[in-house]
């Protein structure tokens, strides 16, 4: 008698060595709703996100990887296959003088803190960016006090460019103060 293992297979669009990139699920919207309502996670954002915002943020992605081949993808551990966050790009077209542009940002569970995923995985995602997309520039941005996310920026090869203040933030004096970094292809 031969007794297979059910395997799950993901189609993910790439992978690293610890990470796969997809697309996202419905059913990934309670996790990550989890992980938006974390405010450990959301430390350096103005608020904690529901779930509704988190459905809409995931139908967003949706559209943005169906429109242009890139979003800030869903991200599972491969070890394990669960879902542990979110690493990719996406567009920015908030007023800023560098905008419109494309912009790669993370945001991870704090279980999987520690281990070298956001760095992995941008450096992925900048692979992805450059050898599949042909894009010819990425951003960074995040508050000037996001320490953890500058040191990533710094990790994947991206320069500083400026401070800014975001339009978006003016109202939040913790947060307004942005850096903004970038790589080139």
């Not at 060595?17 to 450990?40: C, H, P, V, Y």
């Not at 070890?79 to 542990?84: C, N, P, T, V």
């Not at 007023?95 to 542009?101: I, R, S």
């Amino acid at each position: 008698m031969c007794v297979s293992n059910s395997i799950h297979l993901v189609d993910y669009l790439f992978t690293s060595e610890r990470l796969g990139f997809r697309n996202w699920k419905t059913s990934d919207i309670d996790k990550m709703a989890e992980i938006n309502a974390n405010k450990q996670v959301m430390e350096f954002f103005p608020s904690t996100q529901t779930a509704e915002q988190t459905a809409l943020f995931i139908e967003r992605m949706q559209q943005l990887l169906a429109r242009k081949g890139f979003c800030y993808f869903a991200v599972d551990a491969l070890e394990d296959g669960k879902l542990i966050g979110f690493i990719g790009m996406a567009e920015q077209t908030f007023d800023a003088a560098f905008t419109p542009c494309i912009d790669i940002g993370w945001r991870l569970h704090p279980d999987v803190w520690g281990k070298g995923y956001a760095t992995e995985g941008a450096k992925a995602c900048l692979e992805y960016a450059f050898h599949t997309l042909k894009l010819k520039k990425v951003y960074a941005m995040a508050p000037a006090i996001n320490q953890k996310s500058i040191a990533v920026m710094q990790k994947i090869g991206m320069h500083y460019v400026t401070n800014f203040m975001h339009p978006l933030l003016l109202s939040d004096e913790r947060l307004k103060d942005c850096v903004l970094y970038e790589i080139n292809n």
